[in-house]
């Protein structure tokens, strides 16, 4: 188990070698410079010169691609173009919000989905089954923007359980926090419950289907504990696929759900970052996205090697 630890822990560094490199390249080709979009069009040259000067723009890209890495390393992303303060305290206040959203999204998601495919796939051709992917179709062919302004429509302006918008601060309170997510975690959940439901239900006929389990039928056993003891686990391969991929979805991949309830989160930033041409924003933020993502693929490997023996075996 540690090798294949190891083993994957150096794809990972790896990934995030090759990730800084194309993030630096794709951001620097962009055309336009941005002291002198700061200025506006009436600065003059020399006011340009020196603002190029005090944010290091003038540096080769050599330079300046070694100076974000190093200062990556040590946690200072540098000074924000547009806020003049630190992106990293930028970033902590936005991820603040960002990712206990996704991982609230991702609860969601994963509570709903398991019963779900549990019940599709224990009663296959039945009408629940029929009922439930009917259902499961439903929410993923539903945008998430339009299901938000529903429940804001209902919940917030009609029923007023919830506020329409805006996050209160976690100084408020844990639980007040949390209610100003909740819509917004639901409606991010409903697509990823409905895509992983189907995903389980599948995995689960598939597995349900092999020799071993027939074997285990043969010798008496329930379906239900064929379906607990022997099925279920052999299925979560696929179905943790997926769970990673959500995740790295909800956390990055908010940007309309979080203006739909004005929510600072990283997606509003990178947004805003970049119709201000804030790039050292962009690249940071960009970067640690992507940083999550590799580890949460990380962690994802690690389970695989947790679910399946013959991984460990193999490696």
């Known amino acids: 188990m540690l090798y294949y630890a190891v083993k994957r822990l150096g794809s990972l560094c790896i990934s995030l070698i090759i990730a800084s490199l194309v993030i630096f390249t794709c951001i620097e080709i962009v055309p336009g410079d941005p002291a002198s979009f700061m200025l506006g069009i009436n600065a003059q040259p020399d006011t340009i010169a020196a603002l190029r000067e005090e944010l290091g723009l003038n540096q080769s890209l050599t330079q300046r691609?070694?100076?974000?890495?190093?200062?990556?390393?040590?946690?200072?992303?540098?000074?924000?173009?547009?806020?003049?303060?630190?992106?990293?305290?930028?970033?902590?206040?936005?991820?603040?919000?960002?990712?206990?959203?996704?991982?609230?999204?991702?609860?969601?998601?994963?509570?709903?989905?398991?019963?779900?495919g549990l019940i599709a796939a224990s009663k296959r051709g039945s009408v629940t089954d029929v009922s439930v992917m009917g259902a499961t179709q439903l929410g993923i062919a539903i945008p998430n923007f339009w299901f938000a302004m529903l429940m804001v429509l209902i919940f917030a302006i009609n029923l007023r359980w919830f506020s329409a918008g805006g996050f209160p601060g976690w100084d408020a309170g844990f639980w007040v926090a949390m209610k100003a997510l909740t819509l917004p975690a639901i409606a991010l959940a409903l697509p990823q419950a409905s895509i992983l439901s189907r995903v389980m239900r599948s995995s689960l006929l598939d597995t349900l289907s092999e020799d071993y389990v027939r074997t285990a039928r043969a010798k008496g056993l329930t379906r239900r504990q064929v379906m607990w003891r022997h099925a279920l686990r052999n299925a979560l391969i696929p179905v943790l696929t997926i769970i990673g991929l959500q995740f790295s979805f909800l956390l990055a991949g908010a940007i309309i759900i979080e203006n739909v309830f004005f929510l600072p989160g990283l997606g509003r930033l990178v947004f805003q970052a970049i119709t201000q041409r804030d790039l050292i924003v962009v690249e940071s933020v960009i970067m640690l996205l992507v940083f999550a993502v590799i580890v949460v693929n990380f962690l994802v490997d690690l389970a695989y090697a947790w679910v399946d023996p013959r991984l460990r075996v193999q490696s």
Do not use: C, Q
């Open 65 to 116: 691609y070694f100076g974000w890495v190093g200062g990556l390393l040590t946690g200072d992303l540098g000074t924000s173009y547009t806020y003049r303060s630190p992106v990293s305290e930028i970033v902590a206040d936005r991820i603040a919000i960002s990712l206990p959203l996704a991982i609230y999204a991702l609860s969601l998601t994963v509570l709903i989905a398991f019963p779900v």
